[in-house]
T-cell receptor, first 113, second 111 residues
Framework: DAGITQSPRHKVTETGTPVTLRCHQT?????MYWYRQDPGHGLRLIHY???????DKGEVSDGYSVSRSKTEDFLLTLESATSSQTSVYFC????????????FGPGTRLTVT | QKEVEQNSGPLSVPEGAIASLNCTYS??????FFWYRQYSGKSPELIMF????GDKEDGRFTAQLNKASQYVSLLIRDSQPSDSATYLC???????????FGKGTKLSVKP
């Protein structure tokens, strides 16, 4: 998985609780992305980062926030988890703006009950 | 709305045959295209990318791009049961290199 880890790998949480997912990379890549993958929807971009403290919204950002205080770490927070946020979450990294190749982490399966 | 369309399948081919996976995209400004393979319960794995019109070959895989028709394809020669997976097509769009993904085509290679 190209030096990308995600934690936790599985999580069950209750509606209304905050949840933070972590993505850690050892490739020193500038770009990092958070996606969610749901049956019938494919991969959808939640948020992305183009550098330390530089982040922007993706297609499905409502209910999510992100932070990137170090090159290697990109955190995704569900501020108040809802059942609609039950999904598999993938982090991806990319080396540069000119190189669009993205490499994915192993994923986190989140269940909100 | 920028979109990438794929036939969801399943596409079933016999072992040793050529599997042909197709993808169309809506954004004429897209310049780069990617094929990912995703096994059940695993993360997407980049297997091919193509930037220029024409064919690009890598082992048993050939990616084909026709920008005029906004069409991308992936050919898998000598298909093996281990090729059974979902194949995701993606197009690079947006100023920050964001990828737009299709929903994937499920390929089944029968022994």
């Amino acid at each position: 998985d190209a030096g990308i880890t995600q934690s936790p790998r599985h999580k069950v949480t209750e509606t209304g609780t905050p949840v933070t997912l972590r993505c850690h990379q050892t490739e020193n890549h500038r770009y990092m992305y958070w996606y969610r993958q749901d049956p019938g929807h494919g991969l959808r971009l939640i948020h992305y980062s183009y550098g330390v403290k530089d982040t922007d919204k993706g297609e499905v950002s409502d209910g999510y926030s992100v932070s990137r205080s170090k090159t290697e770490d990109f955190l995704l927070t569900l501020e108040s988890a809802t059942s609609s946020q039950t999904s598999v979450y993938f982090c991806a990294i990319s080396a540069s703006r000119e190189n669009y190749e993205q490499y994915f982490g192993p994923g986190t399966r989140l269940t909100v009950t | 709305q920028k979109e990438v369309e794929q036939n969801s399948g399943p596409l079933s081919v016999p072992e040793g045959a050529i599997a042909s996976l197709n993808c169309t995209y809506s954004d004429r400004g897209s310049q780069s295209f990617f094929w990912y393979r995703q096994y059940s319960g695993k993360s997407p794995e980049l297997i091919m990318f193509i930037y220029s019109n024409g064919d690009k070959e890598d082992g048993r895989f050939t990616a084909q791009l026709n920008k005029a028709s906004q069409y991308v394809s992936l050919l898998i020669r000598d298909s093996q049961p281990s090729d059974s997976a979902t194949y995701l097509c993606a197009a690079a769009g947006g100023s920050q290199g964001n990828l737009i993904f299709g929903k994937g085509t499920k390929l089944s290679v029968k022994p």
